[in-house]
């Protein structure tokens, strides 16, 4: 199999509803962009949640790390690449390529993915997946921005509080991954936004919360724009961190 039939390639536009005040793509919905891509590409290669659940298993994601030079303009055409770099037992490498309207790569962005089962929500083993043909994707396509860091946070006085209400849960009955980025760049006050943006975006899930759960997002300024986030549920569990970058405009 080529290098190019390993990677899927999809268009988007930057539709009016999808940007913020100032125009750009919003995080949360490239983060969307993104899983969605991860999925258009699993299934058209027998891997897919669709196929999954028949066995109940399904994907979910562990983390993401995204890194940009720019976002896509309100009505501008966009397309996102995405290949498979590495598949090991219990968990899978994706990554991927946001390419502007000229053709021209303006961010990447890196996932690592685990299979679990639906019934036992631990996870499955990757290479029995239809007898190993997963690897048969890999792809050794560049990515040139760092792996997820590790996460550390300090504070112990939340930034925010809040209850996980409807539009937070998705069909899993759990909180969606991407509320949990919208929530995350709530805590910066709009000013933020209007000096900087972000450089990079980083999440590590660890946990899943649900309808009703109360979540506390804890805060460390490490200076030079560099922020990083802790979220519990019920004043106890984590289930994710995070690590956010901003730069000047």
């Known amino acids: 199999m080529s290098e190019n039939n390993k990677i899927g390639t999809y268009k988007f536009v930057a539709e009016p509803f999808h940007v913020?005040?100032?125009?750009?793509?919003?995080?949360?919905?490239?983060?969307?962009?993104?899983?969605?891509c991860a999925g258009f590409h699993a299934?058209?290669?027998g891997f897919g949640i669709a196929t999954l659940n028949e066995?109940?298993?399904t994907w979910v994601l562990s983390r993401l790390a995204i890194e940009l030079d720019e976002m896509p303009y309100q009505y501008e055409d966009f397309s996102v690449q995405t290949w498979v770099e590495n598949v090991y037992r219990l968990f899978t490498d994706r990554n991927f390529a946001v390419i502007n309207k000229e053709g021209k790569k303006i961010g990447y962005?890196?996932?690592v993915w685990a299979m679990i089962s639906m019934n036992t929500r631990k996870p499955a083993d990757l290479l029995a997946l239809h007898g190993g043909s997963i690897v048969d994707y890999v792809c050794d396509e560049p990515c040139p921005i760092e792996k997820p860091s590790r996460i550390k946070v300090s504070s112990r006085e939340p930034a925010a509080i809040l209850e996980a209400k409807y539009s937070d849960i998705d069909i899993n009955g759990h909180v969606n991954s991407i509320r949990y980025i919208e929530h995350i760049l709530d805590l910066f006050p709009i000013e933020m936004y209007k000096e900087r943006r972000i450089r990079r975006f980083e999440m590590a899930y660890v946990a899943e919360s649900y309808y009703g759960d109360e979540l506390a997002f804890y805060m460390d300024d490490i200076g030079d724009g560099v922020y990083d986030v802790e979220v519990k549920k019920n004043a106890a569990e984590v289930v994710c961190?995070?690590?956010v970058i901003f730069t000047e405009k």
């Open 241 to 243: 961190r995070s690590k």
């Open 55 to 57: 066995d109940n298993y």
């Open 20 to 36: 913020d005040f100032t125009g750009r793509l919003t995080m949360g919905v490239l983060g969307n962009h993104l899983l969605n």
């Open 109 to 111: 962005a890196r996932s």
């Open 43 to 45: 299934s058209d290669r």
